[in-house]
């Protein structure tokens, strides 16, 4: 099953192949994924090969409300390690985060991130942890700035294969050293 983690009103844990007709219900409305840079999902199927494939990593979480019926209302994880378009030094990870439109302005997001930003820095021994969103997403902005998470760079081209098109994007950062 992996790592559990917990705050005052979430549980975030690993998804299952039993959460992809909840994963589908969230991830289909377009509102989420198109802000993200990915499709909004087609079929419950194609929601399962994601928890398979995207979301079966080590530091990929289902957040759950506590109390609620263990069904997911986003996902939040660690990417540790890089690639050619993304590079990561080690110590570093890129926070990734998203919550379904029913449970928007309930706080969620910024209450998840800082328990993976805590787990991150005092469990994985990060060292920074980067999180990026495209112009226009406030939202996510929000999160970030609730989080502690200062300016690092400005990406004016950033090229989104799925949706093929070209954004701007900031990217953040937050270090061990600077954590609130």
């Known amino acids: 099953m992996g790592i559990i983690l917990e705050t005052n009103r ?15 219900r969230l ?5 989420i994924g198109l802000s993200a840079g990915w499709l909004p999902h087609e079929s419950v199927g194609y929601s399962r090969a994601v928890i398979r494939t995207i979301f079966n990593k080590k530091e990929v ?10 069904e997911p209302v986003g996902s939040i994880g660690l990417t540790l390690t890089g690639s050619k378009e993304r590079p990561l030094l080690e110590g570093d990870a890129e ?12 706080g969620i997001a910024p209450e998840a991130a800082k328990e993976i930003i805590r ?6 021994k990060l060292r920074r942890i980067f999180c990026c969103y495209f112009d226009g ?10 989080c502690g998470f200062v300016p690092y760079t400005i990406n004016d081209k950033t090229y989104i294969p799925m949706l093929k ?11 061990a050293s600077e954590r609130m």
Do not use: M
Not at 95 to 106: C, D, E, H
Not at 119 to 124: A, K, M, Q, R, Y
């Open 10 to 24: 979430l549980i975030l844990r690993g998804w299952q192949d039993s959460d992809a007709a909840s994963l589908f």
């Open 137 to 146: 997403n406030e939202q996510s902005k929000r999160v970030q700035e609730k």
């Open 61 to 70: 979480y289902a957040i759950c409300l506590k109390g609620g019926n263990d």
């Open 27 to 31: 991830a289909s409305d377009e509102r």
């Open 95 to 106: 926070l990734g985060y998203w919550v379904g439109v029913p449970f928007w302005g309930r």
């Open 119 to 124: 787990h991150g820095f005092e469990d994985i």
């Open 165 to 175: 098109e070209t954004r701007k994007e900031y990217v953040n950062v937050i270090r």
